[in-house]
């Protein structure tokens, strides 16, 4: 049954994908915003490549994979038994002894193994999916925090040049003491804030490394236009019932159901038969054995209890992963609805606005026409806006990311080119 509605889920999901994806593909004429999506796809690839977390989950899919292997084959070997004994009469035998798996363990014990397969294949994909969100996160993070140190580090260098003007107007009497203190303690707090900038910066790069293993030397841009609006139409419930975290959990708990059979099988006894042959003083001998044990002390019924028991854990863990991810992808879809609202404002109203508003503010100051007080004052703002910009675009990435994250669409939005292909 559960395997069912994961198929039906697929379905659903697959349909919306093509929903969400294709105006976006048609109305994406830019060029350079292909490009950099590219990039960024082949910098998850290759990073995803050389991951030790990824690799070790590869292992552990090996490992189920030799496991499956190993059940695939007999469960009992042969016995070979000898015995001798010397009295009045020398008697020698030899013979074998087999184990039938008389209520197919062997069958059982596949049927687990294959399931744990693909399950650790599912939860290899599910931290792949995850890693994936979590170095373009980082990404993002570390091309914000690039932008804010340049432009604290402009911001630094505006008030030296501010600060030496002021120094120079002030050995000519055009303006006063307080003025040019007033210059002295805006540039000492840009000088404050730019070191803030680079130490966020140098956090950004450590992030970035944990998880690449590479030096980000180069500038990573982040693409300038993302959908502006999310699709209204979306099947939410669909969308979290094939998020690759709920498809390995739902994986692990019919794993799980699988090892009540096998614990129920283990159980059960298995009867072994011998055949032996040699000679007894001048008479030759045969012999025949069975034998079985007698569950009278213990029928280990506490092992298919316990196999329920976890059955029912991780069904319930499924249930809580899917409901958790519900609500994770509302609230992502919230939040990018609300920071596209403010990028799109930001972009319309003030983006271009504080382009020339520095060097026109200077003009002012030296004209006269602007005091010390209202010129500082108008930079900072000026520049704190830029700034605040900057983070904006950052915190529209990482709304965009957590919500590709959250729908399971993520590798959709990164392999768009070849889709439309």
Request: charged letters at 20%.
């Amino acid at each position: 049954m559960m395997l069912s509605i994961c198929m039906r889920a697929g379905y659903f999901a697959c349909a919306i994908a093509i929903t969400i994806w294709a105006p976006i593909a048609q109305s994406d004429t830019n060029t350079s915003q292909n490009k950099s999506v590219q990039q960024l796809a082949s910098l998850v690839a290759r990073t995803l490549a050389t991951n030790p977390q990824m690799q070790a989950a590869q292992a552990s899919v090996d490992a189920a994979s030799a496991q499956l292997r190993g059940t695939a084959l007999p469960l009992n070997n042969p016995e070979l038994e000898a015995e001798a004994e010397t009295t009045d009469v020398d008697t020698y035998t030899l013979g074998i002894r087999q184990t039938i798996d008389w209520h197919d363990k062997q069958n059982a014990y596949e049927q687990v193994a294959q399931a744990e397969l693909t399950a650790v294949e599912m939860q290899f994909a599910a931290l792949r999916f995850s890693k994936a969100s979590e170095l373009l996160d980082i990404i993002g993070q570390l091309a914000t925090r690039h932008k804010i140190s340049l432009l604290s580090a402009r911001r630094t260098k505006i008030l030296k040049r501010f600060t030496k003007l002021a120094k120079q107007r002030y050995s000519a009497g055009d303006i006063s003491l307080i003025d040019l203190e007033l210059a002295r303690l805006s540039l000492s707090e840009a000088v404050m804030q730019q070191a803030k900038s680079g130490v966020d910066l140098n956090q950004a790069k450590s992030d970035y490394f944990s998880i690449s293993g590479q030096l980000a030397e180069e500038e990573i841009e982040l693409p300038d236009q993302l959908p502006v609006a999310l699709p209204s139409a979306l099947d939410h419930m669909a969308l979290a019932q094939n998020h690759p975290s709920v498809k390995a959990a739902h994986q692990s708990a019919q794993a799980a159901r699988y090892q009540i059979n096998a614990a129920d099988r283990e159980r059960k006894t298995d009867p072994s038969f011998g055949l032996a042959a040699g000679r007894e003083g001048e008479d030759n001998l045969i012999r025949l054995s069975f034998s079985i044990p007698l569950q009278f002390r213990n029928n280990f019924q506490s092992n298919v209890d316990t196999a329920q028991a976890k059955a029912l854990q991780a069904d319930q863990e499924a249930q809580q992963t899917y409901r958790n991810l519900l609500a994770r992808l509302n609230g992502a879809q919230e939040s990018y609805k609300l920071i596209a609202q403010a990028w799109r404002l930001w972009n319309s109203q003030g983006r271009n606005s504080l382009q020339q508003r520095i060097s026109l503010l200077e003009q002012l100051w030296k004209a006269g026409e602007v005091d010390t007080t209202d010129y500082l004052f108008q930079v900072q703002q000026t520049l704190n806006t830029q700034i605040s910009g900057v983070e904006l675009h950052g915190d529209l990435w990482s709304a965009w990311i957590d919500w590709l994250s959250a729908s399971g669409t993520l590798d959709i939005w990164l392999n768009q080119d070849n889709m439309e292909q």
